[in-house]
């Protein structure tokens, strides 16, 4: 599903000053600007084929394909929250403790007070929001640095957590439950050798994804604007197909498509599209990129930062509930690092530091780089913590060559 | 008097499409206070950004001597070391370290890194008894009131053992009684032997302090004169200051002036830190449609601080004042209410308050007006890059395709993205806050057009620039401020340049005087 998605600047309307532009040339162009997320893509792709020979091909595996998915979902679902709070400009330290206090919570109204798990998980992603917008409110209407006000919601969610389950685990929870983490899709119709749901699914995604591209290139001709070359065009479905009909091939040779990765998949197209469609998601840009001039154009930046930092709770709240679903127990210690895990993804995929740079897709990819890196070294048997050496190279090295680019292009 | 302690030869500097300096003289004799005037921009600023080598040896052309030495100064360490101080009218003080802190900033009374205070502190005490400031140097730089830090800004040039003091608008944040004190303190340091520059648009306070002014105008020295015991009068500086030739060209156009559009009564902000001062006061003015009318003023007349104050309160704190459109009282509380009751503000910061930079034109374009290009929330990428095609071409502006990113643009192009921002946005009041600062010839020319077919179109226009010919070449009728007041309100017939610059220098006390 995640492949389906396209990120703003390879849409089909990329540009052309001159006729006939030769096709190196469009590509360039079309890539310009989003070196760095493409940049990822390809690193991504390079560490899957590396990992998948050094595991002998584990790494591929359609069992290990779901474990990786479902062992990152909650981290991706953070990363998307993560990237949108960074393009505004600021930082969430407190996504983990938030994660825990939230799990915590859900733990105790469904094994204490015998919630039904759904009431439960209504509640708790209200929690998450309205921890987001206790947050939100320091920073955006009081004018507190984020840092400073998650840092101390960093402190204040894990004393919560530690209240809330007076220090001990609380377990078991229901199946229904269980499953948001764990689950698959259900199976139907006649027995073969692939799950016929999952395969259903891949088609009519496939399907959409290139009625959406057709459409897309039709609109840029009727508005008189030049589209992208037909040989590339075709390419790129070509691309498209091969990536989805591979992954649901994968998906639907073991369980079918987790819970998560539906879950992911609605996220990924809800908030790709708000952030590049939408009028708030512009200001999210317009305030990160420049704050001062997007007040001076209306924009109504305190409100924006404010909702970005209570979309982020309820980001968190759902990965707590993620989390806590995958473990099957509400502890005192989940949530350890999840922040430094997702703010590192939204990096090594394509934010900027000062703010107003990035995209949804560019905090999957990066969530992904990571995750796949942690999985392959499990699987060759790199201890953890030469695991923890490699991923803070890795930050390193792909915010340095961005910074690096930048400057070579003399901006 | 001695021979010339500084002598700068045939001074040239060039920014990328601007010529900010050309073959400028200008000869300081020791001992003596010399007063550089100029209108804004007029290259003065740059002028002292050599002398002090923030503009490094090599960057411009043209020879500094100084004592009688060439010089070639690689940074202002270097200048300072041979005592050349530069004190900028934004002072650069840490606020939150000690006056004798700050007086030895990177200067520090020290053996092997380790700082003496011993030393640091009797030094520092003796430095304040020579600028006659009564504070103890363990005073924070906060706590003090503006005029004390100028002084102590002085006390760290003479740590820094000055020679040749050079103050960028000394007085232009100060009060009058401050003013005054500063002033004899200049006097005073003259007579132990320093020679001073200093930058003024306050021509009474030249005239009282200088022994000789250097009138700059465009980047050029125009002349040196040496003021007697007899003194000098303001009307000889303007006369120097103002006489440009009007070489641009202005659209021709007949107005159409209509009703009365947009009126400001007895507007008054107060600064955003110091209250006590009032940076805009009293400030009435009205625009008709079809009009063009020019604000001029020099620089801290608080003409951009009234524009951003009305401009949904974006500058200091709101003391008093109504605005009216066609007659009705209006709300401008914040930005958004401004723009949604069709006023637009097009800053005369573009980098910093204009453009997002690192995005592209197309999204420039839209963002003050979003709603245009989208229905239910969605924004139509589509209909968004076809306008901002249709400004691209209108506009002229010069880029390959609207995704291009804005910061990759020259200044006028800059300039044009930024106007057709809030020409999309569809407003009836336009304020153009110095619309053509710092751009080329050419693209001057074509902003000149697009602010009359604005006019010719209904629209009321406000026009804030400091170049006068500017004004006199595009406005229908043009009000002075100087130190946040309106001090004159002129028709386009009558107005001079001398006429408007004695208005544009007119300060309170000598607007007392008259009275």
């Given at each position: 599903m995640a492949q389906t998605e396209t990120t703003p600047d390879s849409s089909p309307m990329a540009p052309q000053a001159d006729p006939g532009p030769s096709l190196g040339g469009v590509l360039a162009r079309a890539l310009r600007g989003n070196v760095r997320q493409y940049g990822m893509l390809v690193a991504l792709a390079l560490i899957v084929v590396l990992f998948q020979i050094w595991t002998d091909g584990i790494l591929l595996q359609p069992l290990n394909i779901t474990n990786l998915i479902q062992q990152n979902g909650y981290i991706l679902i953070l990363a998307i929250g993560m990237m949108i709070v960074i393009i505004a400009g600021h930082i969430d330290l407190s996504v983990g403790s938030l994660a825990a206090f939230v799990g915590a919570a859900a733990a105790v109204m469904m094994v204490k007070q015998h919630l039904p798990w759904p009431v439960a998980m209504v509640i708790a992603l209200v929690i998450g929001a309205l921890a987001g917008a206790w947050q939100g409110f320091w920073i955006a209407y009081l004018g507190i640095p984020s840092f400073i006000v998650t840092l101390a919601g960093m402190l204040l969610f894990r004393g919560g957590t530690q209240i809330l389950l007076q220090g001990q685990s609380v377990a078991p929870f229901p199946k229904g439950f269980q499953s948001i983490s764990s689950g698959f899709l259900p199976e139907v119709g006649p027995r073969t050798n692939y799950h016929n749901l999952t395969l259903l699914l891949g088609l009519a995604v496939l399907a959409v994804a290139i009625l959406q591209e057709v459409r897309g290139r039709r609109q840029t001709v009727s508005y008189g604007l030049e589209p992208l070359p037909i040989a590339l065009f075709l390419t790129k479905l070509a691309v498209i197909t091969t990536a989805v009909v591979a992954f649901t091939m994968l998906l639907a040779s073991y369980h079918g498509v987790p819970i998560v990765l539906l879950i992911l998949g609605a996220l990924l197209v809800g908030f790709g599209y708000l952030m590049r469609n939408s009028i708030i998601g512009r200001h999210t840009y317009a305030i990160g990129g420049n704050e001062p001039a997007a007040k001076l154009s209306g924009v109504k930046s305190k409100r924006v930062v404010f909702l970005a930092f209570v979309n982020m709770g309820v980001l968190a709240a759902l990965a707590g509930l993620v989390f806590a679903a995958r473990l099957n127990a509400g502890t005192p210690q989940a949530g350890i690092n999840f922040e430094l895990e997702a703010i590192a993804a939204a990096f090594i995929g394509g934010a900027s530091a000062s703010g107003g740079v990035g995209t949804v897709m560019g905090a999957i990819i990066g969530g992904l780089v990571l995750g796949v890196l942690n999985n392959g070294m499990s699987l060759v048997g790199v201890g953890t913590d030469y695991q923890q050496v490699i991923k803070g190279l890795v930050l390193l090295a792909a915010v340095g060559f961005d910074v690096y680019n930048k400057r070579r292009a003399g901006s | 008097m001695a021979g010339p302690v500084l002598e700068m030869r045939s001074i040239s500097k060039s920014f990328p499409g601007v010529k900010a300096l050309s073959e400028v003289n200008l000869t300081v004799a020791a001992g003596e206070v010399h007063a550089i005037c100029g209108e804004n921009g007029a290259g003065k600023s740059t002028l002292m950004k050599v002398l002090s080598g923030v503009y490094p040896h090599g960057s411009y052309e043209g020879e500094i001597l100084f004592e009688g030495e060439p010089c070639q100064f690689k940074d202002i360490r270097a200048s300072e070391q041979r005592g050349i101080v530069i004190i900028h009218q934004e002072l650069a003080l840490v606020p939150y370290l000690s006056i004798a802190e700050n007086v030895f900033?990177?200067?520090?009374?020290?053996?092997r890194g380790i700082i003496s205070w011993h030393r640091t502190l009797t030094h520092a005490a003796e430095l304040l008894r020579q600028v006659g400031l009564d504070e103890s140097p363990h005073t924070r730089i906060a706590d003090l009131g503006v005029g004390k830090q100028q002084l102590v800004e002085i006390a760290k040039a003479l740590a820094k053992k000055v020679k040749l003091l050079i103050l960028d608008e000394p007085t232009a944040a100060l009060n009058d009684e401050d003013s005054r004190k500063l002033l004899d303190l200049i006097l005073e340091l003259k007579a132990q032997g320093i020679s001073c520059i200093i930058i003024s648009h306050k021509l009474n306070e030249i005239a009282r302090v200088a022994d000789s002014v250097t009138i700059l105008r465009d980047g050029q020295t125009i002349e040196t004169i040496a003021i007697g015991p007899e003194g000098i009068s303001e009307d000889r500086i303007i006369r120097g200051m103002v006489g440009r030739d009007l070489e641009h060209r202005y659209p021709e156009r007949t107005p159409e002036i209509g009703e009365l559009a947009f009126e400001v009564e007895d507007w008054s902000v107060r600064h955003p830190i110091d209250q006590q001062r009032m940076v805009v006061d009293g400030a009435s003015l009205n625009v008709r449609s079809g009009e063009i009318v020019g604000i001029a003023g020099l620089m801290g007349a608080g003409r951009t601080e009234l524009a951003m104050s009305v401009f949904g309160r974006s500058y200091g704190r709101w003391a008093s004042g109504t605005v009216r459109l066609h007659g009705r009282e209006i709300r401008t509380r914040t930005v958004p209410e401004a723009i949604g009751h069709g006023i637009a503000y097009v800053t005369e910061d573009r980098k910093q308050l204009g453009l997002n930079l690192i995005d592209d034109i197309s999204r420039n374009i839209s963002l003050s007006a979003l709603g245009k290009v989208a229905r239910f929330g969605r924004v139509n990428r589509h209909e968004e890059t076809k306008v901002a095609e249709s400004f691209r071409r209108t506009m002229n502006i010069k880029a390959p395709t609207v995704f291009t990113r804005t910061g990759t643009l020259s200044g006028g192009n800059q300039q044009k993205v930024v106007l057709s921002k809030w020409i999309f946005a569809g407003p009836e009041v336009l304020i153009l806050d110095e619309p053509t600062r710092g751009i080329d010839i050419g693209a001057k020319a074509e902003i000149y057009t697009v602010i009359a077919d604005l006019a010719a179109q209904g629209k009321a226009v406000l026009v804030i620039s400091s170049e006068l010919p500017e004004l006199l070449g595009l406005c229908d009728r043009i009000y002075t401020m100087a130190e946040g007041r309106i001090t004159g309100e002129v028709a386009r017939a009558d107005a001079t340049q001398e006429s408007l610059m004695r208005l544009m220098t007119m300060s309170a006390a000598s607007s007392n005087e008259q009275v």
């Open positions: - | 900033l990177g200067n520090e009374h020290a053996s």
